[in-house]
């Protein structure tokens, strides 16, 4: 079989890695991928992502676009094909029965139920390759996917508003608008790329807040209540959203005839077994920690936070609830660095990371 040009199956990756993007929340449990179909020159046949779980991977997504025939043409796919029978066939199968004679792959599948892609189509004659250079991009848009398959935890992303001198509000006990329309837009973003949204008990008491995903078009997230002594307001908006609420306390039992779910914490409020069980009984991979401050000190204690983006504000409040105390502070430099900054309208918006 002739060699094809490197710099063809590099494009091709590039273009792959690009339209794994496309992906959205709806995917998992199956991780977000890209796949194109070319000739040797370097021509796209066809592209295809993971559509919502139960429906084509990406392989067959493409494949599916030139009715699964594809005698003599190559593909480039981001994530090993899967090797086994869920809500979908192998992918595996189904390239080798289209008659795709070179496959490309950018990263190895982590998935012990899911791999043996490469080999399969091996043993089978069908070149398969793994191209180098790709796979921290791969890992980095499946980052909640490959958290989820390593640990049985979800991504933990806390996002924080907060004044230029560090507090998230300017009288404790009430609400506060502190980001700009732009930053707002973003939020509601971010809302939407989670599987789930968390907050404690007290902002839901004080702000009664919704938490769908209102400013873009996009998928609301499962609201997550946490409140150890079930102190949560029953009446509250949230309510209406079959909500899970966290909890330790005894009182849980008195609401199960009001539909709302329950998470309940029998041996002592932990935060990591409550984020395993929203994980293993939940399907929930990623979380978005949205407040309050009580919550996100909890969280960041326990070392369970994955990324803190934090959006500051031109205001300056002088007084009310900071963020940090001092240790806190300590706590959050020792653990965290900064990967990324912008400017969202007239708020800067902060990415950190926790140390390897």
Same mark, same amino acid.
């Given at each position: 079989?002739?060699?094809?040009?490197?710099? $063809?199956?590099?494009?091709? *990756?590039? #273009?792959?890695?690009?339209?794994?993007?496309?992906?959205?929340?709806?995917?998992?449990?199956?991780?977000?991928?890209?796949?194109?179909?070319?000739?040797?020159?370097?021509?796209?046949?066809?592209?295809?992502?993971?559509?919502?779980?139960?429906?084509?991977?990406? @392989?067959? %997504?493409?494949?599916?676009?030139?009715?699964?025939?594809?005698?003599?043409?190559?593909?480039?796919?981001?994530?090993?094909?899967?090797?086994?029978?869920?809500?979908?066939?192998?992918?595996?199968? /189904? +390239?080798?029965?289209?008659? $795709?004679?070179?496959?490309?792959?950018?990263? !190895?599948?982590?998935?012990?139920? /899911?791999?043996?892609?490469?080999?399969?189509?091996?043993?089978?004659?069908?070149?398969?390759?793994?191209?180098?250079?790709? /796979?921290?991009?791969?890992?980095?848009?499946?980052?909640?996917?490959?958290?989820?398959?390593?640990?049985?935890?979800?991504?933990?992303?806390?996002? $924080?508003?907060?004044?230029?001198?560090?507090? $998230?509000?300017?009288?404790?006990?009430? &609400?506060?608008?502190?980001?700009?329309?732009?930053?707002?837009?973003?939020?509601?973003?971010? #809302?939407?790329?989670?599987?789930?949204?968390?907050?404690?008990?007290?902002?839901?008491?004080?702000?009664?807040?919704?938490?769908?995903?209102?400013?873009?078009?996009?998928?609301?997230?499962?609201?997550?209540?946490?409140?150890?002594?079930?102190?949560?307001? =029953?009446?509250?908006? +949230? *309510?209406? &959203?079959?909500?899970?609420?966290?909890?330790?306390?005894?009182?849980?039992?008195? +609401?199960?005839?009001? !539909?709302?779910?329950?998470?309940?914490?029998?041996?002592?409020?932990?935060?990591?077994?409550?984020? &395993?069980?929203?994980?293993?009984?939940?399907?929930?991979?990623?979380?978005?920690?949205?407040?309050?401050? %009580?919550?996100?000190?909890?969280? =960041?204690?326990?070392?369970?936070?994955?990324?803190?983006? =934090?959006? @500051?504000?031109?205001?300056?409040?002088?007084? !009310?609830?900071?963020?940090?105390?001092?240790?806190?502070?300590?706590?959050?430099?020792?653990?965290?660095?900064? +990967?990324?900054?912008?400017? =969202? !309208? @007239?708020?800067?918006?902060?990415?950190?990371?926790?140390?390897?």
């Amino acid at each position: 079989m002739a060699e094809i040009d490197e710099n $063809i199956v590099s494009a091709m *990756m590039k #273009r792959a890695v690009e339209i794994s993007k496309l992906a959205t929340v709806k995917t998992y449990p199956n991780p977000k991928v890209g796949a194109v179909i070319f000739d040797d020159s370097g021509y796209v046949i066809s592209e295809g992502f993971t559509q919502e779980y139960g429906f084509d991977h990406a @392989e067959a %997504d493409a494949l599916r676009k030139i009715g699964f025939k594809a005698p003599g043409f190559n593909m480039a796919v981001t994530l090993e094909p899967c090797n086994h029978y869920g809500k979908t066939p192998p992918c595996a199968k /189904a +390239i080798l029965e289209a008659g $795709i004679k070179r496959v490309f792959v950018a990263k !190895g599948e982590e998935n012990a139920k /899911a791999g043996g892609g490469m080999e399969f189509l091996k043993q089978n004659g069908v070149e398969a390759a793994l191209i180098k250079g790709f /796979a921290g991009e791969v890992e980095e848009i499946n980052r909640f996917f490959f958290k989820g398959v390593r640990t049985n935890l979800p991504w933990v992303t806390a996002k $924080i508003a907060l004044s230029s001198d560090g507090f $998230i509000t300017d009288k404790v006990g009430e &609400r506060c608008i502190i980001s700009g329309s732009e930053a707002q837009i973003y939020v509601h973003k971010l #809302r939407s790329e989670h599987s789930a949204i968390a907050v404690g008990a007290k902002t839901v008491n004080i702000d009664d807040p919704l938490l769908t995903v209102r400013l873009i078009e996009g998928f609301d997230p499962q609201p997550v209540i946490f409140s150890r002594n079930f102190s949560v307001d =029953l009446n509250s908006k +949230i *309510m209406k &959203r079959s909500t899970i609420i966290v909890t330790s306390s005894s009182k849980a039992h008195e +609401i199960k005839a009001q !539909g709302i779910k329950l998470l309940l914490l029998e041996n002592g409020f932990s935060l990591k077994e409550a984020l &395993r069980r929203l994980f293993t009984e939940h399907k929930i991979n990623s979380i978005l920690l949205e407040g309050g401050a %009580d919550l996100v000190k909890a969280f =960041l204690n326990e070392g369970l936070i994955d990324e803190m983006q =934090l959006i @500051e504000s031109e205001k300056v409040f002088g007084s !009310g609830l900071k963020l940090f105390d001092e240790n806190g502070k300590k706590l959050f430099e020792n653990s965290f660095n900064l +990967i990324h900054s912008e400017k =969202l !309208g @007239e708020d800067l918006l902060k990415i950190y990371r926790q140390n390897p």
